[in-house]
């Protein structure tokens, strides 16, 4: 949706890395190199990075207690949608879940979310 907003209305991100330079390291560092070796690779990958594009509608749904993809990383990307004066987009929290979620009310909630967003920007 960042770097191409005149493909996609809509878009959900669930749990979401939004910027590479703050994921897991021994992970990413397979796929990207490190940060200090290929600084351009990440930037390239992070969408924090290209949140100027956006158009359209964005949810962003990410359980607080996430200890994989951390929950600061939506409200990073968050901040930054704001500072760019961005108005179609919705932050989600939930307090009880991790990465992936148990509680029914919470995949319920995310879903009704997910669902009111694709059926308000989607439908003709």
Not at 7 to 29: I, K
Not at 68 to 95: C, H, M, W
């Amino acid at each position: 949706m960042f770097r191409a907003p005149e493909v996609f209305a809509a878009g959900a991100a669930l749990r979401p890395v939004t910027d590479w330079t703050s994921y897991n390291h021994e992970y990413t560092s397979n796929i990207l190199n490190t940060s200090q070796d290929d600084p351009i690779a990440y930037r390239r990958s992070s969408p924090i990075e290209f949140a100027d594009g956006l158009k359209g509608g964005l949810l962003i749904a990410h359980g607080m207690l996430d200890d994989n993809v951390l929950f600061q990383d939506s409200v990073r990307l968050y901040q930054r949608l704001i500072e760019l004066r961005k108005t179609d987009f919705e932050l989600a929290g939930y307090p009880l879940e991790r990465h992936g979620f148990v509680h029914a009310d919470s995949w319920y909630d995310e879903y009704r979310r997910v669902l009111e967003l694709f059926e308000s920007h989607l439908r003709p």
